[in-house]
């Protein structure tokens, strides 16, 4: 048995190649047993930094189009607003596939520093937007540009040992789960100063001329950290703040930022001490479709909410945006790791390329989708059939149950280890 392991040991060791990033890389993988702290916190910098601007923006995207005088009626306000959702990720669906290659010959950190600077100049040249189209074609280009996400699932399953990697992956998540919840939580407070805090930004200033200036500028100061730090290295918003007539909960910026807020400190809690071992006990397939399959009539009951007030809306919501969040980002992490286990480490880059162009166009498609469909059900408030928002929920779930259908075989199976992986 020992001249067995002798065996392996001198097996992997004639791989490691002389000026080869991705050998060091594996070399130091498997010399080191523990978990280094400032590889989390590069993940975790690098992948808030990539989520805060997806999402900071959904708060106030309703008062923003509203500014804009473009929709003519105010239910069309939903519709203009998805298709700026949409421009993000209809960019990244384009870029996703080359950058991955681009990480793959020439190293995560460029791209990541790339993708960083990406966010620096062009969100904040969406929080100065005076127009519609301004909006659209920085969006455009800041999804275009970010580049982040593909590589950056790929250094998680390879900075860490294979027993570690939920953990590294799991931190992915929770840096990505914690952006899409931090950042609207930012938008919902920072947007319009002027009109909330007077004191501090007084009328007729330039924060007044750019209502929505102060959250983007946040966050592209942020970026600049992550930017410095690297060279050592929808459809819920939109809803909560329609008017109550037309099936939403009426709510303030404010509120919004509120309830993400708390549901994005409970994301960090589960992701950091209670995912990694209930992904062990139940495997990153069967964990994601009992979580999969759970989410479905929670996101359905979203329009009954709508009928509470006071405190009992307030602690519902909270309730259910901390359950879909959680089971959301279960989802998301379990397919990570299946797919960063099924290719080999230099096909990595690209094979998460793939994924992010297939993930963007769905996720180009669904605020446009979305918010067209809120602005159509909006105007069937009274029909006979799923009326109002019910209409919107039920489409969303038709296709999270797509989505369940495709966790099963034979469109989906786990990689068998061979006999040397078991071993190890």
């Not at 009992?290 to 989410?295: E, G």
């Not at 690209?350 to 996720?363: H, L, Q, R, V």
């Not at 919107?392 to 999270?400: E, K, P, R, S, Y």
Request: glycine share 8%; hydrophobic share 50%; proline share 5%.
């Amino acid at each position: 048995m020992e001249d067995g392991n002798v065996g392996d040991a001198l097996l992997k060791k004639q791989y490691y190649y002389e000026n080869c990033p991705g050998c060091k890389v594996d070399k130091a993988k498997e010399l080191k047993t523990d978990v280094s702290f400032r590889n989390l916190l590069n993940i975790w910098m690098v992948v808030l930094c990539s989520a805060l601007p997806i999402s900071s923006l959904f708060p106030y995207l309703y008062f923003m189009i509203r500014d804009f005088n473009i929709a003519k009626r105010e239910e069309d306000i939903s519709a203009y607003a998805g298709y700026v959702g949409s421009a993000f990720m209809l960019g990244r669906s384009l870029t996703s596939i080359p950058w991955g290659m681009v990480a793959d010959r020439y190293g995560r950190k460029p791209v990541a520093i790339i993708g960083i600077i990406s966010v620096i100049i062009f969100n904040s040249l969406f929080g100065l937007s005076t127009s519609f189209w301004m909006a659209v074609t920085s969006r455009f280009f800041l999804g275009s540009l970010n580049g982040l996400l593909g590589p950056m699932k790929a250094y998680c399953s390879e900075i860490f040992r294979e027993e570690k990697q939920a953990l590294g992956l799991s931190t992915f998540s929770a840096a990505w789960g914690m952006g899409l919840i931090i950042g609207p939580a930012l938008g919902g407070y920072l947007a319009q100063p002027a009109v909330k805090y007077p004191h501090i930004f007084p009328k007729d200033s330039f924060w007044d001329k750019f209502p929505y200036f102060l959250p983007s500028i946040l966050i592209s100061a942020f970026a600049v950290v992550v930017a410095i730090a690297c060279i050592w290295l929808p459809v819920f918003s939109l809803w909560a703040v329609s008017p109550r007539r037309l099936g939403g909960l009426n709510f303030t910026t404010d509120n919004v930022g509120d309830v993400l807020a708390i549901s994005g400190f409970a994301l960090i809690v589960y992701q950091l001490s209670l995912y990694p071992s209930l992904e062990r006990v139940f495997g990153p397939i069967r964990f994601a479709r009992i979580s999969w399959v759970l989410s479905i009539p929670l996101l359905q009951s979203y329009p009954f909410i709508a009928m509470l007030s006071g405190i009992t809306l307030f602690l519902v919501i909270n309730i259910a945006s901390l359950l879909k969040n959680l089971l959301s980002v279960t989802v998301v992490t379990g397919l990570f790791l299946m797919q960063n286990r099924a290719v080999e480490q230099h096909q990595r880059g690209e094979a998460n390329g793939i994924a992010m162009t297939g993930m963007s166009i769905f996720k180009a498609i669904g605020p446009a989708g979305g918010g067209a469909v809120l602005a159509w059900s909006q105007k069937r408030m009274h029909a006979s059939f799923l009326p109002g928002t019910h209409m919107v929920f039920f489409i969303l779930n038709v296709a999270g149950g797509l989505g369940v259908i495709l966790m099963f075989t034979p469109f989906l199976t786990e990689k068998k280890k061979t006999p040397s992986e078991q071993l190890h």
